[in-house]
């Protein structure tokens, strides 16, 4: 079999082609004459067959992109979708020249978010580059104003600088999650738990997190992922509600401290946009103090929600 005949039996063979051979997409156009070893032909149909009975692409090749970085993913972990990189957008646009923050990441997956929040937050802001992926140049349809980012010089004490965390349910996706931060170089505070259980003698300045808001699976194509990442219980707002009890149970000297860096000045969610209204009753009701905003993404749905302390701002 030749790469010309390979590459007409799906519409996807030259990403699945191109991971077989380990040669970038070019390559394929360059040579289509050339042959196939045994062993790549037997891997490249074992691939074509999974992809025709629909398994997605991210899982074959084991690498999905996300807000131009590439991470490791397999069937642990949710495949990180473009829509959500407008949350990292979002929390980007919004601590502008705030030098001194701790960010948490509840649900981290495969890690995408936090560490594309501090790979994103390394770069240094006089070069320029703000955000540094192509993707990330893209604006959010409410239009953030465009600022640099502070310098990080995390210190892992409470001082000055920037620090990151990241927890998880499943001791599966946290080892995906931990993969790619090593992959990525980023340094990241890791722990296995229950949204804020791992985290109660903790502060925090800002909490994102994209946790499961499905009601149900509607998109076929989800069936491969974890349904624990997607499906959550009262119409996709328990792990949400959740949360937000959470944080208000939380101790003064936990997460919401009276005085001091960690007091809580941020929580970002990704959301259906169907649950809009559900969402702002919910931030009220639990923390009434906060003022709830919602961003739309790309396709100009309701997709994020910024619910903010305004005592200190």
């Given amino acids: 079999m030749t790469i010309r005949e390979s590459l007409k039996l799906h519409a996807d063979a030259a990403v699945l082609l191109s991971f077989v051979l380990k040669k970038d997409k070019a390559f394929l156009f360059f040579y289509p004459e050339k042959t196939l070893t045994k062993n790549q032909k037997r891997k ?38 473009p829509e959500t990189e407008g949350l990292v957008e979002l929390l980007l646009s919004e601590i502008k020249d705030q030098r001194s923050l701790s960010i948490l990441d509840l649900g981290t997956g495969s890690g995408c978010i936090i560490i594309s929040l501090a790979k994103t937050l390394e770069t240094n ?14 604006k959010l349809q409410t239009n953030p104003k465009r600022t640099e980012l ?8 409470g001082g000055e600088g920037l620090e990151f965390f990241a927890s998880d349910l499943s001791t599966n996706a946290l080892s995906v ?16 738990g229950d949204l804020l259980k791992p985290w109660k003698r903790q502060r925090f300045d800002i909490i994102v997190a994209n946790l499961p808001y499905l009601a149900k ?17 009262r119409q996709g707002l328990a792990l949400i509600e959740k949360l ?5 149970l939380s101790r003064p000297s936990a997460t919401l401290p009276q005085r001091g860096r960690g007091k809580l000045k941020y929580i970002f969610l ?44």
């Fill in 44 to 81: 490249f149909l074992s691939l074509i067959k999974k992809r025709k009975a629909g398994w997605p692409v991210a899982y074959l090749t084991g690498e999905k992109e996300f807000y131009g970085l590439k991470f490791f993913v397999n069937r642990n972990v949710l495949i990180p979708r």
């Fill in 125 to 138: 802001p006089s070069s320029g580059l703000w955000p540094p992926s192509p993707i990330g140049r893209r």
């Fill in 150 to 157: 502070p310098s990080p010089h995390g210190r892992g004490d």
């Fill in 177 to 192: 999650a931990k993969k790619n931060a090593r992959r990525h170089k980023v340094r990241i505070a890791f722990k296995h």
């Fill in 217 to 233: 699976l509607e998109d076929p194509s989800t069936k491969f992922e974890p349904k624990k990442a997607l499906i959550a219980k």
């Fill in 244 to 248: 937000f009890k959470q944080i208000t």
């Fill in 270 to 313: 990704e959301m259906d946009p169907r649950q809009t209204a559900k969402i702002k009753n919910l931030a009220k009701k639990y923390l009434p103090n906060f003022k709830t905003k919602i961003f739309k993404d790309l396709t100009r749905r309701p997709r994020f929600a910024q619910i903010t302390n305004p005592k200190l701002f």
